[in-house]
């Protein structure tokens, strides 16, 4: 299940196609757009100094809305004047907007968006992945800090065999996958079972098709092993455990501000770091929760999730 982010029928369906940030295994998240990027043009004035609007964007997907509105929150708290333009499209469109100056921050994913710039990139880690894409946007655009908090792919299990097996990464699982039944969506042996044999020696007993139903099947027992996006919500509502990728076989998807740097000044730049300084996976995952799961509404979650860490 990979570039960029489907989940559970449940969650496939609240997320509008998967909210996934970028996953190699056929997620349709709206930001997983691969076509060549757009050629550069200037960047409008409108929005950036002090006193100017600067306008945040998201995709049309529940997670991008949701931390869209936590940038537009974050800001405000400073003192920054906020146009909000939610729920706009796929990144082909975002990324043009946002180089115009008719957007000025976007929530992002960064494996994702340095696919989209360069498909050939090789870059899996954090660090390698922000160094290339700094190296690969145009003049006028730039990515902030990356959050801990990603929108991945990663192999997950429950609690029970977490604690029966005794593994918290997927190198825990070397000499124990060969008794494992894995599950993924259709095309996840094809794309994945050579890498796990090169990268952590692992040969599963089986490989099974779970496609939406894959965070289910491990909870039923069905599978042992499955692979699910790490901002799933049913991660909190069925007590899943992802396990950690220590060698970084899935691509770094942290979330990752990117903005017309015309358009936003020190404070917000600020703002926004501040953010990412305290997001984290299980934060963000707990957060979709509330707003695929329990319904509420994205701004009223962000705005609690900001006030607990201390940045309204």
């Given amino acids: 299940m990979t570039p960029r982010p489907v989940r559970t029928a449940l969650a496939a369906a609240l997320l509008l196609a998967g909210a996934a940030a970028c996953s190699s295994s056929g997620g349709s998240d709206p930001l997983a ?21 600067v306008v945040v964007g998201s995709a049309n997907f529940p997670e991008n809305v949701l931390l869209a509105s936590i940038y537009s929150q974050a800001l405000q708290a400073k003192g920054v004047k906020v146009e909000e333009k939610f729920n706009i499209g796929s990144r082909e469109v975002l990324y043009g907007q ?12 960064n494996g994702a968006l340095l696919g ?28 902030l800090d990356s959050a801990a908090a990603e929108d991945k792919d990663s192999l997950t299990v429950t609690q029970e065999t977490a604690d029966k097996l005794g593994v918290k990464s997927i190198a825990d699982l070397a000499g124990k996958a060969q008794d494992l039944v894995v599950g993924g969506p259709p095309e996840f042996k094809s794309r994945r079972e050579q890498q796990f044999k090169d990268v952590y020696g692992l040969t599963f007993k089986e490989w099974k098709p779970t496609g939406d ?6 909870k039923d027992g069905g599978i042992q092993v499955g692979n699910v996006f790490t901002t799933d919500p049913k991660i909190v509502q069925l007590k899943l455990v992802s396990l950690d990728d220590p060698k970084n076989l899935f691509s770094s998807q942290n979330v990752t501000p990117l903005v017309n740097t015309a358009g936003l000044d020190a404070t917000g730049t600020a703002a926004l770091n501040a953010v990412s300084a305290k997001l984290d996976t299980a934060g963000l995952t707990a957060l979709m929760k509330r707003v695929a799961v329990d319904k509420e509404d994205p701004s009223a979650v962000a705005k609690s999730w900001l006030k607990g860490a201390g940045l309204s």
């Avoid at 946002?98 to 994913?109: D, F, I, K, R």
């Avoid at 139903?213 to 491990?218: E, I, K, R, S, V």
């Fill in 33 to 53: 757009a691969k076509s060549p990027a757009p050629a550069p043009t200037a960047s409008s004035s409108a929005g950036g100094g002090a006193g100017k609007t």
């Fill in 213 to 218: 139903t894959t965070a289910n099947a491990l």
């Fill in 98 to 109: 946002l180089q115009s100056g008719a957007l000025t921050v976007l929530p992002e994913y």
């Fill in 116 to 143: 989209y710039l360069d498909a050939k990139s090789t870059a899996t880690g954090k660090d390698a992945v922000n160094t290339e894409l700094k190296a690969k946007l145009p003049a006028g655009l730039a990515i």
